[in-house]
């Protein structure tokens, strides 16, 4: 099994933090087609936001991304490079790369960008269905989580993170889409500046609730 890239996670994915004490993690893929828009960029904003508002205590939680038909070795594409840089993140070394098992394996949360795709992590097998979602699918479901009911994030993000999914998870058959199409984020590929800009602002704003969850601390205002 390979490991995940450097510069994939929040934190380094060492087996300890500094102070020696084991570091648990909790590892977040976003799943896209080509994984050079919108994979990509939901990645990038996702790691930009957690460390916002964590620091250095969200180094539990690693990130990554990849594609279905991934373009192993790619670069962004260069308007989802400017999407991130309006959004102050950092879209530097990032490289393309294809779903493969070991990634859905490693997963703790898979978060797609359409129903196709989250049809296509399940179909991979591992157990993948209770952890797998859209991400506008996950933004609807933890908006209905009381965030009393999860654990302090003084008993760490990654109990946390792990005792959200669980809670979105148990909430999926009861919060139904208003539509099929309301937990899609169509793809920029191609499209010119302004259709990736709206695109970036769709993932924005479905994440932002989902950060929120995540760490317990909203964001800035």
Known sequence: ?????????????????????????????????????????????????????????????????????????????????????????????????????????????????????RAQVISMGHSAGLRTFTLKEFTRLVKAIDPATLPPLEDGVVMRARALVRAAAALRGWLLAPTAEADEVYDPYGAPLPFFRSVGDEIHQALDPVVTALTGVPART
């Open 1 to 117: 099994m390979t490991p995940p890239e450097a510069g994939r996670g929040i934190g380094s994915g060492e087996e300890t933090t500094t102070f020696g004490f084991p570091r648990d993690t909790f590892r977040i893929l976003h799943v896209s087609t080509g994984n050079v828009c919108r994979s990509p960029i939901t990645e990038r904003l996702t790691r930009h936001f957690v460390s916002q508002r964590l620091g250095v205590l969200g180094g539990g939680l690693i990130v990554e991304s990849a594609g279905t038909w991934g373009h192993e070795g790619a670069p962004m594409e260069a308007n989802a490079e400017t999407v991130l840089a309006e959004f102050g993140a950092d879209a530097s070394g990032f490289v393309g790369r294809e779903l493969l098992d070991e990634h859905v394996i490693m997963a703790d949360l898979v978060l797609t960008a359409t129903r196709d795709h």
